[in-house]
DNA sequence: TCATAATTTAAACGACCGTTGAACTTTATT
DNA sequence: AATAAAGTTCAACGGTCGTTTAAATTATGA
């Protein structure tokens, strides 16, 4: 067992640890978060193994994208992955949390503010619903290739036995349960476990949509287009605020 | 490239060739489906490994099962997948092939009886998705842990973009067209393109719920759980039919 | 500038991958 | 019973897998 001379020799970024220039910088982009630029934001290791692996990972899954892949794709050494995250899971839980906080923290915003626009009544379903879809919706029209790949990702891993409930819920359950309450708020006298089955159903439709397997064009002969973000935005958000409603008026 | 000599050997299988005794039991199958029994109906290799990958590619994935796992749950030998199905891919597809015509037809058979039903007036928009999902709900609830595993199963190849659209369409096309156009007849003056992407997010909605991942009891801290086919069977359709008659009053 | 830490490189590890060859056993046909 | 076909077994093939090692290189801080 080697373990403590190979952290010895080198493994920064795998236990968190920072160098002393490191942690001035964290500590002044803490309290500065925008103005400090000490140097150009140029594109890390950690980055570009994130990026590639992003995308391969979307597109073959876990087991079917090999670290030699993922390394070439990302143009740096193969060891670099065991350098800077320890393992290749760890690289996968690396690349699903990069991004996750982010959308968790709009999501939360766009929450809060359809709170307020509605006070004091609670929101509406509708609004409940579009606080959750369209931080993605509009990053999935707008944002670049990452946020593209990293959608895929999520909607692979959510389907996932492997990997859905562990991964999922450590990224994703602390504001998805606020977003479960709101949508209970928003249809009062609604049972919680209609609901929490709404949301199950919901997050379906969303991942089977983000997974972009092009299902939807074949089987249209090309009348829809699974990447035509409009037409899905369109529908998405009344399709499932419909199907909570029918939920809450009472199943069977 | 011995590929001749291969199959000169012994590839029975693997070309659909059939030995003069098993041409007769096919004839005479065809002639008479349930009389009779040559011999006993016991449980072939390729069954057995039919079963195993069914359970093992729906748990892991494609790359994720390696054909060493899946003849060692077989209890046969390694060689044997290539002799059989000539590839680990088209042992795949004879799994999803072996229980898709089953449900294909029995899918078309209610909604037969739903039109019959109906008739003259075309069916409801619930009466069809019943006979779209119920199939897979009563067999989920009451039939053995081989066609768990293949709606599993087919929750991970839908969702994924390596497989997803060759595999599910190849299977499964010709009849999904046929309901989609029988729930626009249920919906009269809505959009094909709303109809579609509507059967998207209700097959988004039943395989999220196939892959069992665990994550709604997690979710809900136990109150849901996700292996109630009860449950689940109140919900879906009620969800999915609120939903595409949403759509059909017009996105937006 | 110099020691030290952080990062990158190249090569290799043992394990496992899907597939195949060839011998062998069982089943079917004459 | 003899012959052929179908099915099974075991061992091995060349490759690729994730991971580790030790040395070389680059960046950092005194």
Same mark, same amino acid.
């Given at each position: 067992m080697l373990a403590g001379l190979v952290a010895f020799q080198g493994d920064g970024g795998r236990r968190g640890e920072l160098s002393a220039r490191k942690a001035l910088r964290a500590t002044l982009e803490l309290l500065f978060p925008t103005k400090?630029?000490? /140097?150009?934001?140029k594109r890390t290791t950690k980055d570009k193994l994130m990026d590639a692996a992003e995308k391969l990972f979307a597109k073959r899954g876990f087991h079917g994208a090999s670290l030699r892949d993922i390394t070439a794709a990302a143009g740096v050494d193969l060891a670099l992955v065991n350098y800077h995250f320890g393992s290749k899971f760890r690289l996968l839980t690396a690349v699903m949390e990069r991004r996750g906080g982010i959308l968790n923290e709009e999501r939360l915003r766009r929450l809060a503010q359809a709170r307020m626009d509605a006070a004091p009544q609670p929101p509406t379903t509708e609004a409940v619903v579009d606080a959750f879809l369209d931080p993605i919706l509009e990053r999935l029209a707008h944002a670049g290739p990452g946020w593209h790949s990293y959608f895929a990702l999520i909607a692979y891993v959510n389907n996932s036995p492997e990997w859905g409930r562990k991964l999922m819920g450590k990224t994703f359950d602390g504001v998805v349960r606020q977003f479960i309450q709101a949508v209970m708020e928003s249809l009062p006298g609604s049972a919680p476990r209609d609901i929490f089955w709404g949301y199950n159903f919901l997050t379906g439709a969303l991942t089977l949509s983000l997974a972009e397997t092009g299902r939807l064009d074949a089987l249209s002969d090309g009348l829809?287009? /699974? *990447? *035509?973000v409009a037409e899905l935005k369109a529908r998405l958000g009344p399709y499932v605020s419909a199907g909570l409603r029918g939920l809450a008026r009472g199943p069977r």
């Open positions: 400090i630029k000490m /140097s150009r934001p829809c287009r /699974s *990447d *035509d």
